[in-house]
């Protein structure tokens, strides 16, 4: 027979054992989950919103549009418009002939 203080002895170590294994269980689910959360949160924070990039868009050519309407003052600032427009979207400024000659002499 075994004796009743060895047995309590070992029944308690077999529970603390067990204990710990559930909280390491639950520190690596709860580890798990906050990286989820991390990841997803970045990669909502770095994706832009479909209907943001629309409207800032359509935002730049309203201003491109009222620019020469209202006159060849701001003529320059709708090229300056279009040129951010075009470099928003990764596409290549489109220089005029003049602003080509002027870097022609200067060069």
Do not use: H, W, Y
């Not at 070992?10 to 639950?26: C, G």
């Not at 994706?47 to 549009?65: I, V, Y």
């Not at 075009?86 to 602003?99: F, M, Y």
Request: aromatic share 0%; hydrophobic share 30%; proline share 3%.
């Amino acid at each position: 027979m075994v004796n009743p203080a060895i047995r309590a002895a070992a029944e308690r170590q077999t529970r603390e054992q067990t204990r710990e294994q559930t909280r390491e269980q639950t520190r690596e689910q709860t580890r798990e989950q906050t990286r989820e959360q991390t990841r997803e949160q970045t990669r909502e924070q770095a994706r832009e919103p479909e209907e943001l990039f629309g409207d800032g868009r359509q935002a730049l050519e309203e201003l491109s549009a009222k620019a020469v309407r209202e006159g060849s003052s701001d003529a320059s600032r709708a090229r300056a418009l279009q040129r951010l427009a075009a470099e928003r979207a990764g596409l290549p400024t489109v220089t005029s002939a003049a602003t080509s000659q002027r870097l022609g002499r200067t060069a």
